[in-house]
């Protein structure tokens, strides 16, 4: 959503196929009278709070400690840890260090606290465009200068049990119905209108490119 007119207005891009009622509310306001939100972990939060019977957090008190841990721990390093692989700062070292930190804490099988939680919704993002990222060699307007490193490692056995979390996470309906690299349908955002814009109505590689590669 944050890509979309209204959460980023500076860069231009139309409102997402398959978000109702995102052009309902201003940026930021998930309900109408609910203040403005624009933090991606408070607002999960949020969801959880104004809908229990989701159990986006878990009713064990320990698993719900250690759901808003794992959060704390993806939002204080990713920026950082993340950042300096994806501005040519490191090969990625860091990046999956923080990854092979984040999957010691995970049980054997299932989520990241067992059963799924906001956790899982935190987490999923950064490695859906991790793949995304590893294929274009593209982040943010910026030409990544080595992505095999993270390709080798994310593929060898020390990643082994994230995979088989990002596999499993992949196939859940709700990701599935809107993650497809193919046809990508919840990430089909077009360009204002204004004349000779082109259509980003392709794929996520393709608009991934089309967004970040044109001035590289």
């Known amino acids: 959503m944050w890509m979309c007119r209204g959460m980023a207005p500076h860069l231009d891009v139309g409102p997402v196929d398959g978000i109702r009622g995102i052009e309902s509310f201003p940026a930021g306001k998930l309900l109408p009278g609910l203040a403005v939100m624009t933090e991606s972990l408070v607002i999960l939060e949020l969801l959880a709070d104004l809908h229990p019977d989701a159990r986006l957090l878990p009713e064990n008190p320990v698993k719900r400690s250690q759901t808003r841990i794992f959060m704390n721990t993806l939002n204080l390093r990713m920026a950082d840890d993340g950042g300096k692989w994806l501005t040519n700062n490191d090969e990625g070292e860091a990046y999956l260090d923080l990854l092979e930190t984040l999957q010691a ?65 992949i196939a859940r309906p709700s990701t599935s119905a809107t993650w497809d690299e193919v046809r990508a349908p919840a990430f089909r955002c077009t360009r204002a209108e204004r004349p000779g814009a082109p259509s980003l109505q392709d794929n996520v590689i393709n608009y991934w490119l089309a967004r970040f590669a044109k001035e590289l």
């Open 105 to 169: 804490t995970m049980p054997e099988v299932g989520y990241v606290v067992g059963e799924w939680s906001i956790a899982d919704a935190a987490l999923l993002p950064f490695l859906m465009w991790m793949e995304v990222i590893v294929k274009t060699r593209v982040d943010y307007y910026v030409r990544l200068n080595n992505v095999e490193h993270v390709k080798t490692e994310w593929a060898s056995t020390r990643f082994a049990r994230l995979r088989q979390y990002y596999d499993q996470s």
